[in-house]
């Protein structure tokens, strides 16, 4: 079943109206530079973090690479926006 983050759901997807997680409450939750798993298929992200000064942080995995690369939710939303 397929997971969708408040912050899709409101940018991108409202008709759906209905949201399985909120990113910033569970980033609330993580001291800095630690992270949850936890995947968005809307967004495409593996897992929630925060950066060394609190910042909130999704994790991404390349496909071709398979290693992992962290982007802020601010970035991701404005590419999202930017397709």
Wanted: a negative charge.
């Amino acid at each position: 079943m397929a997971e969708f983050s408040k912050q899709y759901i409101q940018n991108f997807e409202s008709e759906l109206g209905k949201w399985d997680f909120d990113i910033e409450e569970i980033a609330n939750g993580l001291e800095p530079e630690f992270y949850t798993p936890i995947v968005c298929e809307g967004l495409g992200f593996v897992a929630i973090g925060k950066d060394i000064k609190g910042g909130v942080i999704l994790a991404y995995r390349n496909e071709t690479t398979d290693l992992i690369y962290w982007k802020s939710l601010e970035e991701t939303i404005k590419e999202k926006n930017a397709i």
